[in-house]
């Protein structure tokens, strides 16, 4: 059994074969492949008698789905860097097409007061209590935020209360 954020994906990508979409088909394509790749036992699931194909549900796909995006956004900081304009083009038609697929992303100032509340209920102080706070805030915002953008706004603010 799919599930529907898989199903809404293959729906898409038959879309975008029929609408001759070659970006949007290709990123798909890349996106149903990882997914299958996850849901391909490994050899340390035989060796633990799981031998089954397991099937993502929604978030491990929404992961695959993050961590794509997140290819793409460091793949068009090193081609800034180098000054192919045409492949950081491509590269942010790809990561459009990608956030569809992702929930709304959080700002700024929404993980600044998520991490405040955490800060004063643990009563965190410098940035040797950092690890504490990002183990409380990450599951909280998974997917909603870049790990990166959230450790810089909890080091922060932990930096100005140490």
């Known amino acids: 059994m799919t599930t529907g954020l898989k199903e809404r994906l293959q729906e898409d990508l038959k879309n975008a074969i029929r609408a001759g979409d070659g970006r949007r088909k290709l990123t798909l394509r890349l996106v149903l492949d990882a997914v299958h790749k996850a849901e391909i036992p490994t050899r340390e699931d035989f060796a633990k008698g799981q031998a089954e194909e397991k099937t993502l549900d929604d978030g491990g796909i929404l ?6 995006a997140k290819k793409r956004r460091e793949a068009i900081a090193e081609f800034e860097k180098g000054g192919r304009t045409d492949l950081v083009a491509q590269e942010k038609e790809e990561l459009a ?66």
Do not use: F
Not at 63 to 68: A, P, R, W
Not at 138 to 154: H, I, L, Y
């Open 63 to 68: 992961k695959i789905i993050g961590n794509e």
């Open 97 to 162: 097409i990608l956030q569809e697929y992702l929930p709304q992303q959080l700002s700024e100032e929404e993980i600044e007061k998520m991490a405040k509340e955490i800060i004063a209920r643990q009563g965190a102080k410098g940035v040797g209590q950092m690890g504490q706070v990002m183990k409380e805030i990450m599951p909280q915002v998974q997917g909603k935020a870049e790990g990166s953008t959230v450790s810089g706004v909890v080091r922060r603010l932990l930096e100005s209360s140490g």
